[in-house]
């Protein structure tokens, strides 16, 4: 009998109102691993409800009171490194090593925010001299945490932590396929000392917990890192609401590569970037531009670089059965497309759910723009190599696209390595280097890739709002 994982509402695990639970599968072995909460309206009403009832505490907190909390959970985030790491493995089939690289940025956000509890402060006017005119940052108060299933603890972390430390309170809800993690995060918080409803965890379905969140009348904005197609659907909702929304969707990004880089290094980054996490990260470069006189020698390299990788060692599987279909329909496309893979193209073995939902890492050669393999999102370990002639040739090319999260361009020039990255459509552009760039860094997206930004201090800015006061110094 799995075990059951139960929301964390007011600082304590709490069965499901319904009495339903959903099983939750390990896609490394095709067998249960737990059995998840399956929330409903009221599971959301009772978690808003006591965030809201936290919300005046907390916000009025001394900031570095606030911030010694957040950097006491970051420590205790370390200590638990080793058990986070089993129930993200467990979850997602991902190898440990990326699961505890995954708990150190986690870790990583905290100590941030922690540090940061008192620089959201605002400025001084200089309006006239018989007023004295400032303006001061605040907490939105209960806001919605929503997340996907790849990376689960680091998505949480990165938004919760500069949620909490701009001095609001959370309602998060992680993907059903991998929530264990987010609700040892918040059994973490409540150990360390942050007051019972200041971070809950509702577990369940999208439409049913999710969605509940974004209408709660009293959840003043949500931070949400999923699909475009949910993106979407949650931004009517808010639109209707008024309510702000950080919006972390998809990508298709561009790694560009011209003939005068590091060819060597540049094909082994290459290659992490579509095959890190099997390919399961939106930052991925999944359309690899390639300068067309080095494109057959770049391309031949990076195929055989990732024909290398070992399953289960180097990457893991697929996290869902549905997504492992996903990458298989888009295997189905390409043939129809008339597309090549030079490697991969294929599952790995006799797969299915007892061997695992492992995938071959793909690389498609010659592949036009304008395919769907170029275009869509397909959330597996494939690339889709496109060679280029010149610079504006390259930019037209990368910018055709409907999303825009990341970017890359190698070139030993740095002119044109800095041209280009100027002229890339995308919210984070890498030189010479594939990075997932680190905490300090601003990330988020251009175009269909959503809007807002997490990380750096930048994100403070998002889970804060702007009050501006005028203070009459003497009669006009
Ligand atoms: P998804 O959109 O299906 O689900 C994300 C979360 O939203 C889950 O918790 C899900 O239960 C919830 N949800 C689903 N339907 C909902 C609804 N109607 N209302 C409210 N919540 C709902 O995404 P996924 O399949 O879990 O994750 C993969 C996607 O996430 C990819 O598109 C990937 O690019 C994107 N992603 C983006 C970033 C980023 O930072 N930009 C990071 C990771 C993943």
Not at 129 to 136: A, D, F, L
Not at 359 to 372: E, G, I, Q, R, W
């Amino acid at each position: 009998m799995p075990e059951k994982l139960n929301h964390w509402i007011n600082g304590v695990g709490t069965e499901p109102s319904s009495g339903e639970w959903m099983q939750s599968i390990n896609p490394a072995t095709g067998e249960l691993s737990v059995s998840v909460a399956r929330g409903t309206k009221a599971d959301v009403d009772s978690a808003v409800s006591v965030a809201s009832a936290a919300a005046s505490d907390w916000r009025w907190f001394k900031a570095a009171h606030r911030g010694r909390l957040l950097y006491r959970l970051a420590q205790s985030i370390r200590d638990n490194a080793e058990h986070l790491a089993t129930l993200e493995t467990e979850d997602s089939g991902k190898p440990l090593s990326l699961s505890l690289a995954e708990v150190e940025g986690s870790a990583a956000y905290f100590e941030f925010y922690a540090g940061l509890v008192n620089i959201p402060l605002g400025d001084t006017l200089d309006v006239d001299p018989r007023q004295h005119v400032y303006t001061k940052r605040e907490p939105y108060g209960v806001v919605g945490v929503i997340t996907p299933w790849n990376l689960p603890l680091n998505q949480s972390a990165r938004s919760v932590a500069p949620a909490l430390a701009a001095g609001n309170v959370v309602v998060a809800k992680p993907a059903e396929a991998a929530s264990q993690t987010t609700v040892m995060l918040a059994e973490l918080a409540t150990q360390v000392g942050i007051p019972n409803g200041v971070f809950n965890v509702v577990l369940g379905k999208g439409r049913e917990v999710g969605e509940e969140i974004v209408r709660h009348p009293d959840v003043r904005k949500v931070a949400f890192t999923g699909s475009v197609a949910v993106g979407k659907s949650i931004g009517h909702i808010a639109a209707e609401r008024i309510i702000p929304l950080t919006l972390e969707l998809g990508g298709k990004s561009a790694n560009i590569v011209f003939e005068d880089a590091d060819l060597e290094f540049a094909a082994r980054e290459a290659v992490r970037a579509f095959t890190t996490n099997a390919g399961q990260i939106c930052s991925s470069g999944t359309r690899l531009l390639v300068q067309r006189s080095v494109y057959e020698e770049f391309v031949a390299k990076v195929a055989e670089l990732s024909g290398r990788l070992r399953p289960s060692e180097d990457y893991g599987p697929m996290i869902t059965e549905d997504q492992y279909q996903q990458v298989q329909r888009y295997f189905e496309v390409a043939a129809k497309e008339n597309l090549v893979a030079v490697t991969g193209g294929s599952v790995v073995g006799s797969a299915g759910r007892e061997g695992g939902f492992y995938v071959n890492p793909t690389v498609y050669v010659d592949v036009n723009n304008s395919t769907k393999i170029a275009r869509e999102e397909i959330f597996g370990p494939v690339v889709a190599a496109i060679p280029f002639d010149t610079e504006e040739e390259a930019l037209r090319i990368a910018n055709d696209s409907e999303f825009g999260l990341v970017g890359a361009v190698w070139s030993r020039d740095i002119s044109r390595a800095l041209r280009v990255a100027d002229r890339i459509e995308a919210g984070q552009i890498f030189v010479n280097t594939w990075s997932t760039g680190a905490v300090e860094t601003p990330f988020g997206g251009h175009k269909h890739s959503g809007y807002g930004r997490e990380k750096g201090i930048e994100a403070l800015n998002h889970y804060s709002h702007l009050k501006c006061v005028i203070v009459a110094l003497e009669q006009a």
